[in-house]
């Protein structure tokens, strides 16, 4: 049995590859993704590239497929569920405890509250130049702006000496072209 779903499982794979290859007509491959939020003024849920999808959690996701190669013109279609007020609903109430590692009926309905507080927003991009990549990086930032790095040479430059602490989102803020405030 075992066997069985391990041959389907990478049936599922082969077959899911090899449709986008078809349908995009170009080779494509396969890449991690992670969400790199910049702005704290909001939380990031999850992110898509051209309507692929990464959760803002953080750390490296597998997979989205990208072409295998860059070509001038590319565009891709970015959209993302924000959390526009953390941790207080619009009221300015804030989050209820859990009691015993449980959440509690207060909790569950402040929550329906502060979701619907969600927004999705939406941005159409220039896919800057890749050569070698490694992998989509959104990186938010103020003012409801995205940018998606997929050349590692790009990431390096974007990424490489930070400073720690609070000066680390100004400064990829700075290196990226960003709004450090909005109007």
């Not at 996701?61 to 959390?83: F, L, N, V, Y």
């Not at 990186?139 to 000496?161: E, G, H, M, S, T």
Request: aromatic fraction near 10%; charged fraction near 25%.
């Amino acid at each position: 049995m075992r066997r069985l779903f391990g041959f389907a499982g990478a049936a599922w794979i082969w077959l899911s590859l090899s449709g986008c290859q078809s349908l995009a007509g170009e080779a494509m491959k396969g890449v991690p993704a992670r969400v790199v939020n910049a702005d704290k003024s909001i939380r990031v849920i999850w992110a898509t590239f051209n309507g692929q999808g990464v959760s803002g959690g953080g750390g490296d996701e597998c997979c989205m497929s990208i072409p295998e190669k860059w070509t001038p013109g590319m565009t891709a279609e970015i959209t993302w569920k924000k959390d526009p007020i953390p941790d207080k609903n619009p009221d300015g109430s804030t989050e209820p405890a859990w009691k015993n590692g449980m959440s509690t009926p207060e909790w569950r309905g402040w929550m329906r509250i502060h979701k619907s507080s969600y927004k999705t927003l939406s941005k159409t991009i220039n896919v800057p130049k890749y050569g070698d990549t490694c992998g989509v990086t959104f990186v938010f930032l103020p003012c409801d702006d995205v940018r998606a790095i997929l050349d590692c040479d790009q990431k390096r430059a974007a990424f490489r000496n930070l400073p720690g602490g609070e000066k680390f989102d100004t400064e990829l803020i700075r290196r990226l072209g960003g709004k450090q405030a909005c109007q």
